[in-house]
């Protein structure tokens, strides 16, 4: 299965955008990129997922390589909501379609 | 639309014990799985269910049993409880193949085995 990179940890200031990078340099043609967040005691929420164009939703803008060996999860406004751990995820490509987690990184905003 | 549900939200089991963790979805998703989360780390596998009636092993199955009578839930079984499933159990459904469609998770239910 493809693996993903990520650092273990990141801070912000809250009002400033946030760029969470993902390395997925083994990544295969048909790999989805998905992007879910953990809040504190939550459950794992969905973010954004994309394949190979730049998304952008009311959560946040994902940005993809040209050749598809990175990407980053944009927070265009941080806030202090929005501090959690943000999980890269590749689907493996032809299997059921199961989310394999990695450890995520841990996003701190300050006031 | 209540989303996914999880009980209890909190369990303390001994050692041979069994439990269910119950979970349900009113959103009439296909695909429901269990993972487990251990302190500090990502989310594993434990089963995963396409379908009523169809059942599959994830990354870590050993030691829990699944079953998908219905479309709404999918109960996950500790036959005899280990001090190493100690862990926050999540459920989740999506209405198709985990990968293609956002996967909706529940709050969680964490089990202390002593």
């Known amino acids: 299965d493809a693996k993903t990179t990520q650092p273990n940890s990141m801070e912000s200031n809250e009002e400033e955008p946030v760029h969470l990078p993902c390395n997925h340099s083994t990544i295969s043609g048909t790999d989805y990129i998905h992007w879910y967040r953990q809040l504190p005691s939550q459950g794992p929420e969905y973010v954004i997922h994309?394949?190979?164009s730049n998304v952008n939703n009311r959560m946040a803008s994902l940005a993809i390589a040209e050749d598809r060996k990175s990407s980053t999860l944009i927070l265009h406004r941080a806030t202090l909501r929005d501090a959690a751990v943000y999980y890269c995820i590749l689907e493996p490509g032809g299997s059921q379609g199961n989310l394999i987690f990695g450890k995520g990184t841990k996003l701190s905003v300050k006031p | 639309n209540a989303g996914v549900t999880q009980t209890p939200k909190f369990q303390v089991l001994k050692t041979g014990q069994s439990m269910t963790l119950q979970c349900a979805q009113d959103?009439?998703?296909?695909?429901m799985s269990w993972y487990r989360q251990d302190p500090g780390m990502g989310l594993r596998l434990i089963h995963y269910?396409?379908?009523?009636?169809?059942?599959d092993q994830g990354e870590v199955p050993n030691g829990y049993n699944v079953s998908r009578s219905t479309t709404e839930d999918f109960p996950l079984r500790l036959l005899s409880a280990a001090p190493s499933q100690t862990s926050v159990y999540f459920c989740a459904s999506s209405e198709g193949l985990a990968g293609r469609e956002t996967q909706y998770f529940g709050p969680g239910t964490r089990l202390l085995v002593l």
């Open positions: 269910s396409v379908g009523a009636g169809i059942t």
């Open positions: 959103m009439n998703h296909e695909y």
């Open positions: 994309g394949l190979t």
